[in-house]
């Protein structure tokens, strides 16, 4: 099993403020995708990247793939509270997506 | 709508009695997959399906059975549930395995075996 590593963990910041995510693998991944969960719900895909050094965005988000396929990023310009949530990295595999454990994020007002 | 549906949403029920949580879909996707959640592992695929009448092991399936005789159904079995099975359950679809396609996932069954 492919494993991903998301950091940091929790995430705490005030409204209006820049933060970014990160997530590492020590395997290549064909394709990365992106998800956002909030409490009680299941995870709603926000994006996804293919392409070595693939730049999306997404409003104030903005997603990058690694050249070498293996990490990702997720940048938030402007934190707004309602990008509170659980920001979950999967990697997408022949037989489905490995998950990484997630980033909570809380954007307090 | 879109959407994949799961039944019940909250289940408590007692070591070893047979219980199955449903989940259909409404967008014709080849792809399901059973996942659960549990606070420090994050989400663990339990069994996934290809199409219909082709089922596979995921990454924790032992406990668990399902069954793929319908496209739109897929749902989760668990024979003899035990408490290490308490867990938030999620069922997920899509075009594809995952590779290039996202995944429509369920508002979950949060499963508490006593």
Known sequence: TQLLEQSPQFLSIQEGENLTVYCNSSSVFSSLQWYRQEPGEGPVLLVTVVTGGEVKKLKRLTFQFGDARKDSSLHITAAQPGDTGLYLCAGGGADGLTFGKGTHLIIQP | ?114
């Open chain 2, 1 to 114: 709508e879109a959407q994949v549906t799961q039944n019940p949403r909250y289940l408590i029920t007692v070591t070893g009695k047979k219980l199955t949580v449903t989940c259909s879909q409404n967008m014709n996707h080849e792809y399901m997959s059973w996942y659960r959640q549990d606070p420090g592992l994050g989400l663990r695929q339990i069994y996934y399906s290809m199409n219909v009448e082709v089922t596979d092991k995921g990454d924790v399936p032992e406990g668990y059975k399902v069954s793929r005789k319908e496209k739109r159904n897929f749902p989760l079995i668990l024979e003899s549930p035990s408490p290490n099975q308490t867990s938030l359950y999620f069922c997920a679809s899509s075009s594809g395995a995952g590779l290039f396609y996202g995944y429509t996932f369920g508002s979950g069954t949060r499963l508490t075996v006593v």
